[in-house]
Each structure stands twice: as structure tokens, then as C-alpha cells.
């Protein structure tokens, strides 16, 4: 069996070594724009910042890893076209046949048509070359007042590693609050409490309407001119499904694909940010975009290329971040998502502290928990604290993706010991808030 | 309703809070032999090691909280008789009637009987007497070599609490590893070589016959003196279960009670460390004797006196510690003990790190999940690694108690961000290693 790759990022990269793993005769071609296999998107800030030493430790294996993996790699290479009828895919260096193809071709940052976007010291935060660019910059032009246009998930990442670089920093979002599909305004105003006492500065509900000078001098923001030497455009990515729908293949946002990962084509299967999952919450088809999913994608096509049949589940968009020393953890549905869906749901809040009081050193946590008032299952839960944010997130999002309710949260078991936790974990105590809601 | 409570530590305490929140008007009368309401016994090792700065630091609430809530306190206060009859509680000051009882009469340390062991200088370390006997020791005796019999949780809290304070520290245990009820050998091995790299040394299949001197002086192990100057003895608890076999309740090695935490007697309940609960692997009756059971039974019992018919839900005895650096985390069985239940099992364990390899500052980690043949559920776990190892129990154990089965772990999403865990989790990977050996 010969299978193609379109995509060498996560999902192809992964999907390409789950295939070898599970068969070791298969012909496995992996086409790829970039000049390496996989590396980390999601680690980019943390190579601006200097957390991360040198931009190269993101790839994750070297090309020759992948050759002695018997994977043959055709990177620096563009698909152009994918041939269904003759099963090739039409490259510009060559036409490459498959039996089975897998549409990895992920996703790309959005840039809004701003006037002036195209200046020098405006950037994005997407790929490798994205952080070469803006080293070079912050280099030769020694920038010291950044704007960020968009409080997502790389938006406050980047606006973090700018502020720890020693730059003054201003967040533009257009919506109300940061982290806006992540989080609620409750939520997220503890946030941004926390990124303003570090000198990150926000504006919400504007857009910013141009960018002035060339390079950048400043950004336009209804009369306001606000002085800024960098701009960062973080207004999320699109799914690049532009081949698909070339190749008459069902795409909506993303490329439609069935729950076994296969598109409208039984030959040709998507996986990664290119491709649209079923929401766990909703049950409604979404764009995932996050590593996690890619490589889940990624494996569950493999095995289905040869064959078993997996399906791939709804997903709740597990997530977490850390933004200064706060952690950030999320999953599911947010109070103000599920008003919009009209799903009636029950909440639970509580703020305490991730140590027993007589411990030193417990830091402040807030967990907020999101139930759906039908079944009592766990749909979404929004957790930020000093510490031990992760391992809550981690253990709710478990029971919820084995649709745990609330009283399975209020009366389930946690671990404790003095130096770790306390002995009523904060979680139990907001779902018995909650819980006592529905009594 | 005139409720009383024997016992004024974990279970008893939090029993009065939670009763007092269902219901206002009722009398809620505790009974303790100590001068406090509850405090937190797993916190004495790290107030001997002066990670808590005081000893009455540990006591949860002072008295006035209870009374603010209007529990009636009879401290130092012995109960020495239930009158079943009549129902009365027969105390060193008086009888106290009660609607319904609550036994909640704890653990005492279990102190083998070798020759010596009422020597000055041998110690348990159960209580807060406890630890001022053992301060007090520290503070006169000046002693250099601790030897702890018993490699339990307690002995090894301990013997790290010794270490820290500067004594050269022998464990030994009669088994053939460390922490033999929670963890199996291979994983065990790991947490005995960092302890011994930490200056703590052990002797396994061996037990002290006598303790020689006092003060003590020495310990005898088979033929071999071995210096000591201080001892102590962590071999395990026992539950407090006089009161109720005197008074004719069906009792086992803890107290018999139904799934709604009753004893034989509908008006009597119990809970905390003197009662047994149900095995959530074995289906077995068992004694739990952990702060978060206690707890957890607390609130289930106080809920079932006001007729609410709660379960008490099986356990899977989910706890966590941190030894010097380390974190261990476990619940359900160990690989040893199903093969002695006759419990068919396959095993996942994987090494790997608890951040991506790019970025700085990993730790090892070490993964070992237990499934049952049978049905494919998780029914077991340690994990010991340099962080984040109790994130990953709590996320095991929520899964565990929900019925996860081996694809629910290796298909599971996980939470993944650069600084805090890989995009492909160690446990995701000891899951996946467990599959392939069930195909």
C-alpha cells in the first residue's frame, strides 16, 4: 500500500509514524512545504520569550529519525492539485500516486484586511519563520511598545513574551474579554487582573483600524492614534482547505470528514486543523486546532488506513496555558456559548486555595464548573490559579469525557496530601455548589 | 433530632460541619477524648520536619467555630459505654441520649509487641502528643540515628522528616519493598533509590526483635546490633472498634457498615478510620483509613441521617505524597496483590518526561497503569515522577472511578501546553503500551 501525506506539521509528521508503527512494508510519502518535518507551533512564544533556547529545539526529530523510519519525505515541495480519478497528486516537482491520501495540510494565521498590515513590524506568531522575522526585527529596530491585536491564546502568549523581553505592551481585542471562546468574563477578568499588575495593558471591544508608518509607528484605533514599533496579528488561523476544495472534496470550515476521519472521498482521510471534529458539547462539527487533537487525528487515522475501524471522539477542547506564574485551564462549553446554544445549564464556582490553610505557600484557585441541567453531566470548566491548575483540568475533563455529573464530581475521590492539596479539593467544593442548585 | 458523634477528629468534625449545613435546628452533639475538634494527622511528619512552622497550625477550626455553628463540644470527654436500649452514651461525665449515633472513633498506631518498644526514645507518630513527645526527644536527647520500622506511607514521611532534620535514618520492613500495599516492586525500587541518593537507608524481609536500651540505644535485627538512639514505629493502624463490639455491633477488622454508612443498628452510624468501606476493585469490605474517605464518608453519613439515601460510593483509595523531591501517586491495586486476589491484569508502564524535550527543566517520570482482562477497565495505577504526578493520579482515578477502560486512557485527550506537559502524555503512552498487549 502506498499512502501520501499532504503536510509534514504535527498531524502528517505523527500520522506518518503511527502508520510505520503499525505496518512496516506500507510505502509511507510525506509532501511537505517546509523544509523539516513537525515542530511545535504552540512552543513559538516560548522560543520568543527565551524560555525556550534556540528556535531549532522545537523540531522534534531530525529528518534522518524519519528516514530510518523508512518514511520518504518530498519536503520544500507544494501540492498543487490532487487528481482523484487517477489517484495522484500533482506537485511541482512531480505527480505522486497514492491508494489511501491523508489531507494533513493544517491551518493558517488570519490576517485581517487592515490598512497598512503589510508594513514592516507587523507580524504573526505561526511558524518558525514567523519567529525568525520577528527576532530580526526586535533586533535591528529595538522595538519598546508592542500591540497585539486579538486576546486569543497566542495573542496573551506573545503579549507575555514581549512583556518579559522588557516591552511595553497594549492588547486590542474586538469581543469583550480575553481568552474569549476559552473562558467567561468572570473568568477571564481575574485574568487579565493578573496581566495588568505585569504591565500588560488591554483594550476591549475595539478594533484596530489601521496600522500607521512604514515600519510601524502606531495603530489607529476609531480617532485614537496609539504609539506602537511592533504589531503582533493574532486573530486566529483558518483551516487551509483550499486543495480539498479544489479536489471537489465536502468543506465547510474545515474539511468535513466522518467520524472514522474519513472526507466525502472513502480514499482520502483529514486530520489536524484542516479538518473539522464533532464537538463534544454540541455534538455539532467544529474546529478543533490544537496540538492534542492533531496527534489524536493523526493516530486514529493511521489505524483506520489499515483498516480497525476507530472512530474518533467528540472532542472538549482540552486546554492550558501558563501566563506569567497564573495557570490557565479549560475545556468544554463556556456559560456564554451555551446561552448562545440555548443549553440550559447549572454552574459552580468556588475560590480557594491549592494548599490546606496551615501549609505555606497555597496559592490562590479559582474553579468554575459548567453543568448541563438535562443530564447533570460536567460540560465545560474553567480553572485559573498559582498552582496545580493542569492536574484539576486533567481529572474534570477525564470524568467528563466519560460523562461524569455533578454528583460524580461532589462525591468522587481526590488525592491529598498537606504539601499538595487540600483535603476538599476546591473542584468537589464547586460542584457542590452547583449541586445544591439543582436540588 | 439529637444527634451525637463519638469522635472529634476527621470524620467526626467534618460529620458535625456537614450535618450542620442540611439542618439548622438539629442538636449536634460531639464527643472527643482530645482537648480539639479536628486536626490534620497526615500533617504531623511535616510539622516534625518544620515544614509547618507550629504544631497548632494544624488544628483545622478553633473551638469557637464550632460553636459559632452551634455543635456542642464534650471534650476530653470519654465515651465508655453505648446503651443500645435505651440510647445512651455513657461517658466518664455522664450519659448523653441520642436520636441517631455516629461512630466516628478513629485509628490508633498498632505497636507490635517487641521487647523494649516502652523504652525511652520509641515512638509513633499518630497524634499531636505525638510529635511534642518526639519534639521534646529531638530537643533533650539530641539523637543522630533514627531507625523507622515500618515502610508504610507514616514510616516514610517520617523517615524524610528525620533525614531533613540532619539524623542519619535506617528503615525496615518486614515485606519486600517499600510502600507494599500501594506500590508493586519494579516502581517501588524507583522511590527506595531516591530516598537511599537522599541518605536514607532500608533492610527489607527483616524485622527488629528488641529494642536494646534505656533510652534506647540500639535495635536488634536477627543477630545484628545496628545503633539507634531514637525509634520509630510506623507499622500500621488500627481501628478503634471496642465501643462498638461492647456494644454487640457487628464488627470485622473495622466496624460493619451498609452502603449508606449504617452499622448493624439502623440508628447507628460509622465513619472515618474505625469503619469499613467497600473495595471499588475487589468488591471486598475494607479499610480505607485515609483523610479524604473520612471526609468524604463525613458527608455522605450526614446526608443519610436526614434521609437523603446516599451511597457511599466504593474506593479506590487514591492518594499522593512527596518524598524529599519525588511525587507518588497512586490508587486501585498494585500488580501483586491482584495476582493474589486472582485478578487477571495487563500491565502499561512507560518512562518519560513530564515536559516536551525542548523544553528546559523535564523531569523524569514513570507511568504504570494496572487493567483488568476482564472488562478492560483501569483498575489501578502509580505513577512516580519529579512533578506533576498528582495531576495525572487525579485524572486516572476521576477516569477509574467512572469505568474508564484502556481506549478511554489511550484515546483520551489529554491537556497539553509547552512548559507544563507533552502534546502525547506519559500516561496516554502507558495506556497505548497496555493496548497493544490486550490485542
New interface residues.
Partial sequence: MRIVVIGSG?AGSNFALFARKLDRKAEIIVIGKEKTMQY?P??LP?VLSG???KLE??I?FPNEFYEKQKIQMMLDTEAKEIDRERKVVITDKGEVPYDKLILATGSKAFVPPIKGVESEGVFTLKTMEDVKKIQAYLEKRKPRKAVVIGAGLIGLEGAVAFRELGLEVLVVELLEHLLPTMLDKDIASIVQSHLEERGIEFKFGVAVSEILGNPVRAVKIGEEEIEADLVLVATGVRANVDLAQKAGLEVNRGIVVDEYLRTSDPDIYAIGDCAEVFDAVTGKRTLSQ????A??MA??AAENVFGKG?KF?P????????LFDL?I?T?GITQERASKEGIDVVVGKFKGSTK?????GGKPIIVKLIFRKEDRRVIGAQIVGGE?V??????????A????TVE?IA???????????P??DPITVAAEMALRKFK
Fill in positions: 504535527t511545535s504552540c512552543a516560548f524560555k525556550i533556547p529545539n522545537i522534534v490544537l496540538g492534542t487533537t496527534v489524536r493516530k486514529v476507530v471522539r472532542v472538549f477542547n482540552t486546554a492550558i496555558t501558563e495557570e485551564g475545556f490546606p490553610e496551615y501549609y505555606p496545580r493542569w492536574g484539576r483540568i486533567m481529572a474534570l475533563s477525564f470524568a469525557q466519560k460523562g461524569a460524580d462525591y468522587g475521590e481526590t488525592a491529598y496530601a498537606p504539601p499538595i492539596s483535603t476538599i
